[in-house]
């Protein structure tokens, strides 16, 4: 039996976000906005945490930069080398943990995360990695949901719909407060930035949205694989409504934090 109480749900996080892929119509715009906000440059060694299918990593490598893609799920590797490959790109990709990154000290100049770091279960450990590999003088950047927004909204609806988490996690949408971010950074970092960004996701009705979500996010999947009926039901009528305020000319609106930071 593994020594770490927390396997079992990386595991299970790695099988429910595979089906994740489709939603990188979406996020790919709003990788160009955190590659730009992280002045990404030429020649900088860069690392993508939780790097998806691999937007913001191809972006970053666009610029010239030489970047590493880390991921849980080895499907959406999969999907980023495929992506990276029409991009007539090379980069790096490694299957790994936010909480136990497989680079020394001090490997990167940059260090990117967009969506992705804050799924780590204990975010102490997660930020600790992050800094870890990151130069004295390089810069954090990652984008991350509000709670009070709309996404950190779903997720908490999510949650009251799914079996409780081991004890410990960090939820998801505490990234997205910041004031929450600084005290986890600290005093490791100088320069600490915000911004906002929006992410738009085009859909023909609440009802696509609801589908799309069951069949792609991690979290509303599994609830579709495992709950019974009444309470899928219930749960669809709760995330309909929520959805209805962010919905307008087929378009559902979803509102992001975007923080930078430069490693004492």
């Known amino acids: 039996m593994s020594e770490d109480p927390f396997a079992q749900f990386k595991q299970r996080q790695r099988e429910i976000w595979s089906f994740f892929a489709p939603i990188e119509t979406f996020t790919t715009p709003p990788a160009a906005a955190l590659v730009r906000f992280a002045n990404v440059q030429r020649g900088q060694r860069v690392l993508d945490v939780g790097t998806g299918t691999g937007v913001v990593a191809i972006t970053a490598a666009r610029q010239g930069a030489q970047v590493t893609g880390l991921d849980l799920t080895p499907a959406l590797l ?18 790994g943990d936010a909480e136990a990154l497989p680079f020394p000290d001090a490997s990167f100049d940059v260090v990117l995360s967009q969506f992705g ?3 780590a279960p204990r975010a102490e450990l997660a930020t600790s990695e992050l800094l870890r590999v990151l130069k004295p003088g390089g810069t954090l950047a990652f984008s991350t949901w509000p709670p009070e927004h709309f996404i950190g909204r ?6 009251r719909y ?18 929450t971010v600084r005290q986890r950074l600290g005093a490791a970092v100088k320069d600490l930035t915000f911004d906002r960004g929006t992410m738009f996701i ?6 696509h949205y609801v589908k799309m979500v069951e069949a792609t996010v991690g979290p509303a999947r599994a609830l579709a694989e495992s709950g019974d009926a009444e309470t899928l039901k219930r749960y669809r009528a709760e995330l309909t ?21 430069i490693k004492n």
């Open 241 to 261: 409504s929520l959805a209805a305020s962010y919905f307008e000319n087929n378009a559902l609106r979803q509102d992001y934090l975007i923080t930078r930071a």
């Open 154 to 159: 779903f997720f908490a609806l999510t949650a």
């Open 117 to 119: 770091h804050m799924f």
């Open 162 to 179: 799914a079996p409780p988490p081991p004890p410990g996690i960090s939820p998801p949408p505490a990234w997205g407060d910041v004031n």
């Open 78 to 95: 999969s999907r980023a080398r495929e992506n990276a490959s029409i991009a007539e790109l090379e980069l790096t990709w490694r299957e």
């Open 202 to 207: 085009n859909v023909l009705s609440l009802q």
